[in-house]
């Protein structure tokens, strides 16, 4: 199975600027699609659906939610590294939430259901 791993959330100043990095080994990452979802501090994602934020296929085809484009979220990945990576500049006490990677063996999806694999999170907090 898959295993995915985020890493580079933590306290953010509001302004500042945000990259996380999520990790995949276990399987071919070069032939699945990699997604960006977040949810409200405190929800138990089991309970929550997670809101789509970005994802991306094998081939770097990307899409985004319309809110995402706005706040100018930037979705790639390094299949040599098999990583994936979100960059948000200028963020907001908005911005706050639990970020999570997941993983489908198909092409990209805004639904958090029709991913089959997914990281521990990683807390994202941006205040003053």
């Known amino acids: 199975q898959v295993q995915l791993e985020e890493s580079g959330g933590g306290l953010v100043l509001p302004g500042g600027s945000l990259r996380l990095s999520c990790a995949a080994s276990g399987r071919d990452f070069n032939s699945y699609a990699m997604g960006w979802f977040r949810q409200t501090p405190g929800k138990e994602r089991e309970f929550v659906e997670r809101e789509f934020v970005a994802a991306i296929s094998w081939r770097g085809l990307t899409i985004y939610n319309t809110d995402s484009v706005k706040g100018r979220f930037t979705i790639s990945r390094d299949n040599a590294k098999n990583m994936v990576y979100m960059q948000k500049n200028k963020m907001k006490p908005e911005n706050t939430a639990v970020y999570y990677c997941?993983?489908?063996?198909?092409?990209?999806?805004?639904?958090?259901?029709?991913?089959?694999?997914w990281g521990q999170g990683t807390q994202v907090t941006v205040s003053s």
């Open positions: 997941a993983e489908r063996p198909a092409c990209s999806s805004r639904r958090s259901s029709e991913y089959d694999a």
